[in-house]
């Protein structure tokens, strides 16, 4: 099994904090017969080295396939078979099915035990198609293959989305239908990690139900009822803090950090890429929201997307205002980025829009940093200064030490104030890449106050 890394931007791969494992591959593992020897290449670390194999299995996002098709070249040229899944060959089954011998669409609990089968009996299809399954006997990822020195876990609790936002590929991926895993199940996966630190990869881990908010409930009281003592950090939608129970037992849980999808402060935005649950909780509550949160001893990252079709240079300018003036703890900006298999890739290809075309090498460039789009209201060069200039003005070394003061003081806990500077400062760093001199280094600044939390980096 391979995970490969871009060789296009290695900004990702600046931090060794901030790399994350291969949970995908985590999950095929645990779905591989027992009597498989598994061996995981993982280009987080090591670079790729051909190694003979019966069966190889890849995976990769928009950004890394190229390098998973030049890797894949390696085996097919020597007649090995390639399986090959993950989000970007489900989405453009097609282009991948010319690099590899097999492409599997899905989820890959529905389509890995059928492909080893059809392998022990020496007649794999081009083709496998994953369905929708319920969670509840879905195994436990194989943490014991990922690289020891990964600093931080990863672990589902639930797949699915019932919101159609227009940049995003969710809901064709993984349904929209909002499916849990077992509480028990997940709990007992997360006594088998051995990283004190942890990544709810849910994309939303309390869904927008009652029902789906008393599962993460659950899973919360039953970590501090098992006494697992670990901090972690999740992802959710702005109807994180409307709930003040859920922020109690997250809190006491662990949750240092809540990765909350802002995308802007304007109303007209949020319905042109049909975000709903941000125009339900208002515009003008965000703050209000975000502070709920923090008292509870929990910091807030927002993430943010330059030239939407609404943005003029005003707008842009206005945004960074907006951040810059919010009680928000972390940031992430980004320029929209259609990714394939979303609204926003097909409006943009149909418009001819699309300025990176050049496939499969041009892939590398969708990634959420680099302008593949022609803007519908600006200059792709204004846009790069904008960009350029909002990085020096959100990241630079002394705002980012303010904010790190801002959020000790909002929430009270050191531990979440450390994880929202470490996430600004891997931001600050991928910005950077190219110039090491710029590089905000945690052991740097934290080594001889806090050395407990000098590796905690969240993103």
Same mark, same amino acid.
């Given at each position: 099994?391979?995970?490969?890394? $871009?060789?296009?931007?290695?900004?990702?791969?600046?931090?060794?904090?901030?790399?994350?494992?291969?949970?995908?591959?985590?999950?095929?593992?645990?779905?591989?017969?027992?009597?498989?020897?598994?061996?995981?290449? @993982?280009?987080?670390?090591?670079?790729?080295?051909?190694?003979?194999?019966?069966?190889?299995?890849?995976?990769?996002?928009?950004?890394?396939?190229?390098? *998973?098709?030049?890797?894949? *070249?390696?085996?097919?040229? !020597?007649?090995?078979?390639?399986?090959? /899944?993950?989000?970007?060959?489900?989405?453009?089954?097609?282009?991948?099915?010319?690099?590899?011998?097999?492409?599997?669409?899905?989820?890959?609990?529905?389509?890995?035990?059928?492909?080893?089968?059809?392998?022990?009996?020496? !007649?794999? &299809?081009?083709? #496998?198609?994953?369905?929708?399954?319920?969670?509840?006997?879905?195994? *436990?990822?194989?943490?014991?293959?990922?690289?020891?020195?990964?600093?931080?876990?990863? %672990?589902?609790?639930?797949?699915?989305?019932?919101?159609?936002?227009?940049?995003?590929?969710?809901?064709?991926?993984? /349904?929209? +239908?909002?499916?849990?895993?077992?509480?028990?199940? =997940?709990?007992?996966?997360?006594?088998?990690?051995?990283?004190?630190?942890?990544?709810?990869? @849910?994309?939303?881990?309390?869904?927008?139900?009652?029902?789906?908010?008393?599962?993460?409930?659950?899973?919360?009281?039953?970590?501090?009822?098992?006494?697992? &003592?670990?901090?972690?950090?999740?992802?959710? $939608?702005?109807?994180?803090?409307?709930?003040?129970?859920?922020?109690?037992?997250?809190?006491?849980?662990?949750?240092?950090?809540?990765?909350?999808?802002?995308?802007?402060? &304007?109303?007209?935005?949020?319905? $042109?890429?049909?975000?709903?649950?941000?125009?339900?909780?208002? =515009?003008?509550?965000?703050?209000?929201?975000?502070?709920?949160?923090?008292?509870?001893?929990?910091?807030?990252?927002?993430?943010? %997307?330059?030239?939407?079709?609404?943005?003029?240079?005003?707008?842009?300018?206005?945004?960074? @205002?907006?951040?810059?003036?919010?009680?928000?703890?972390?940031?992430?900006?980004?320029?929209?980025?259609?990714?394939?298999?979303?609204?926003?890739?097909?409006?943009?290809?149909?418009?001819?829009?699309?300025?990176?075309?050049?496939?499969?090498?041009?892939?590398?460039?969708?990634?959420?940093?680099?302008?593949?789009?022609?803007?519908?209201?600006? &200059?792709?060069?204004?846009?790069?200064?904008?960009?350029?200039?909002?990085?020096?003005?959100? #990241?630079?070394? !002394?705002?980012?030490?303010?904010?790190?003061?801002?959020?000790?003081?909002?929430?009270?806990?050191?531990? +979440?104030?450390?994880?929202?500077?470490?996430?600004?400062?891997? #931001?600050?760093?991928?910005?950077?890449?190219?110039?090491?001199?710029?590089?905000?280094?945690?052991?740097?600044?934290?080594?001889?106050? *806090?050395?407990?939390?000098?590796?905690?980096?969240?993103?």
């Amino acid at each position: 099994m391979i995970n490969p890394r $871009s060789r296009h931007r290695v900004g990702f791969l600046v931090d060794r904090e901030s790399k994350y494992p291969p949970l995908g591959l985590g999950i095929v593992a645990a779905l591989t017969p027992a009597d498989w020897e598994i061996r995981l290449i @993982d280009e987080n670390f090591e670079d790729f080295a051909f190694e003979e194999a019966d069966l190889v299995g890849i995976t990769s996002f928009t950004s890394t396939i190229p390098r *998973a098709y030049e890797i894949a *070249a390696e085996y097919t040229s !020597r007649k090995i078979p390639v399986v090959l /899944g993950g989000i970007h060959a489900s989405m453009v089954p097609e282009e991948a099915g010319k690099y590899v011998d097999v492409v599997a669409t899905g989820e890959a609990e529905s389509t890995w035990p059928e492909i080893i089968s059809d392998f022990d009996k020496g !007649r794999l &299809k081009k083709r #496998y198609t994953g369905t929708l399954m319920p969670m509840e006997d879905f195994p *436990a990822a194989r943490h014991d293959l990922f690289h020891k020195d990964y600093m931080i876990d990863s %672990i589902q609790t639930t797949r699915g989305c019932p919101m159609q936002c227009e940049f995003c590929s969710v809901h064709y991926f993984n /349904g929209r +239908a909002y499916r849990t895993r077992p509480v028990e199940k =997940v709990l007992d996966e997360l006594e088998t990690m051995q990283a004190e630190r942890f990544f709810f990869v @849910d994309d939303n881990i309390v869904g927008y139900s009652k029902k789906a908010r008393e599962h993460a409930k659950a899973i919360f009281r039953g970590m501090i009822d098992r006494g697992i &003592k670990k901090d972690w950090f999740c992802q959710a $939608s702005i109807n994180f803090g409307e709930d003040e129970e859920l922020l109690d037992l997250a809190s006491e849980a662990g949750c240092r950090l809540v990765l909350v999808g802002v995308e802007s402060e &304007k109303t007209d935005a949020l319905q $042109s890429m049909n975000k709903r649950t941000n125009l339900k909780a208002g =515009v003008d509550n965000y703050q209000q929201i975000f502070s709920v949160i923090q008292q509870h001893g929990i910091s807030v990252l927002g993430t943010f %997307i330059f030239a939407l079709d609404t943005d003029t240079m005003q707008d842009l300018r206005n945004r960074v @205002d907006y951040i810059l003036n919010s009680n928000i703890d972390a940031v992430q900006v980004s320029v929209l980025t259609p990714f394939p298999g979303t609204n926003t890739y097909e409006q943009f290809k149909k418009e001819g829009r699309l300025t990176a075309t050049n496939y499969p090498k041009d892939w590398e460039k969708y990634w959420g940093g680099e302008i593949v789009i022609k803007p519908k209201k600006l &200059k792709a060069e204004e846009l790069l200064n904008e960009q350029n200039h909002a990085v020096e003005r959100m #990241y630079n070394p !002394r705002r980012l030490m303010q904010m790190m003061r801002k959020t000790l003081k909002s929430t009270k806990n050191a531990k +979440a104030a450390l994880w929202a500077f470490s996430a600004n400062a891997h #931001y600050n760093n991928m910005a950077y890449e190219s110039e090491p001199s710029k590089h905000i280094k945690l052991e740097t600044i934290f080594g001889g106050i *806090a050395p407990d939390y000098k590796h905690q980096k969240p993103i």
